[in-house]
């Protein structure tokens, strides 16, 4: 493991996973478009969870890149990053199990999704953030639940709005699991830092 993470920290390695999550999330502002048009202006930044935690990510790239740390974009992608991955893996799963069927673009969406999980993991070595920035990082991420399941701002799947409920009470603790992972392997974990490759 410690090998595959030395390779990802490589520049040309760098650069190649800031180019992908640069056009993912681009492609994931497109996604939500029509959704957007739909949602009161001061709602917009709660909106496109899953982009705006790759563009968390970009950032974090690009500072690996310059050979600087950015903690609290660190924490917010690690976080979110795990969060939203796993929240579309499970939602297109239940797509699957109340329809029968999955369209091509769910398949897509797992697939592309559980990458998003896997890559801010595999990046945690790198990270320097600290308790407050978690701390910091806790509160954005259960206030977005709040918009999500109060003001009922969450991503549209027709097919499961009438489980709002169950998917706002799974959606939390998939938050607090999320912040646990950070905790433990961007602070506990001391010892499996690594700087990056010269």
Do not use: C
């Not at 996973?17 to 930044?45: A, D, E, K």
């Not at 950015?70 to 795990?82: D, H, N, Q, R």
């Not at 799963?93 to 069927?101: C, D, I, P, W």
């Not at 499961?160 to 009470?169: A, F, K, P, T, V």
């Amino acid at each position: 493991m410690k090998f595959i993470q030395y390779i990802l920290g490589l520049k040309p390695i760098l650069l190649i996973m800031f180019i992908i999550n640069f056009f993912g999330t681009v492609y994931g502002y497109y996604w939500y478009q029509s959704q957007l048009s739909q949602t009161p202006l001061h709602f917009y930044l709660f909106v496109p969870d899953s982009p705006t935690a790759s563009l968390f990510f970009v950032i974090v790239l690009l500072g690996f890149l310059l050979k600087r740390n950015f903690p609290l974009m660190e924490a917010l992608a690690i976080v979110t990053l795990f969060k939203y991955g796993i929240w579309a893996v499970i939602m297109n799963l239940l797509v699957l199990k109340v329809n029968g069927t999955l369209p091509w673009e769910g398949y897509m969406l797992i697939a592309s999704h559980l990458g998003m999980a896997i890559q801010g993991l595999l990046y945690a070595p790198y990270y320097r953030f600290k308790p407050i920035h978690l701390i910091v990082v806790g509160i954005w991420t259960l206030h977005n639940d709040v918009i999500d399941y109060v003001f009922e701002m969450m991503p549209r799947y027709s097919y499961l709005m009438s489980y709002l409920n169950e998917i706002g009470y799974m959606t939390f603790w998939l938050s607090m699991i999320s912040l646990l992972i950070a905790y433990v392997m961007g602070i506990r974990n001391k010892e499996n830092k690594m700087d990056l490759p010269s």
